[in-house]
């Protein structure tokens, strides 16, 4: 049974910084991409970045691109999600996704297993 377990939300300022964790098991973790997807109050959830088997590739979603940053340690089973220069919009519950295929895109429904989610609030 694959579990990810999401961890290091948190309440930060705008402009600070926050490192996510998702620590993946149940499942070959290098075979797999892996996503970050985010969902506030009210609106449905939207993709925030994925990586590759081997990070070798990542994309990002517009409004993340040049302060976000998603890594993976294939050795810890584990993805990362770096945020640098938040903003109030960042505000979301954010979910790790394990993707069905080696890369993945930006749909949710190309990601089979989801965390239960970490809860990030941006105060201006």
């Known amino acids: 049974q694959v579990q990810l377990v999401e961890s290091g939300g948190g309440l930060v300022q705008a402009g600070g910084s926050l490192r996510l964790s998702c620590v993946a098991s149940g499942l070959t973790f290098r075979s797999f991409g892996m996503g970050w997807f985010r969902q506030a109050p009210g609106k449905e959830r939207e993709f925030v970045a994925t990586?590759?088997?081997?990070?070798?590739?990542?994309y990002y979603a517009d409004s993340v691109k040049g302060r976000f940053t998603i890594s993976r340690d294939n050795a810890k089973n584990t993805v990362y999600l770096q945020m640098n220069s938040l903003k109030a919009e960042d505000t979301a519950v954010y979910y790790c996704?394990?993707?069905?295929?080696?890369?993945?895109?930006?749909?949710?429904?190309?990601?089979?297993?989801w965390g239960q989610g970490t809860q990030v609030t941006v105060s201006s």
């Open positions: 996704a394990r993707g069905r295929l080696v890369q993945q895109g930006s749909t949710v429904g190309e990601y089979a297993d």
């Open positions: 990586i590759n088997w081997n990070g070798g590739t990542t």
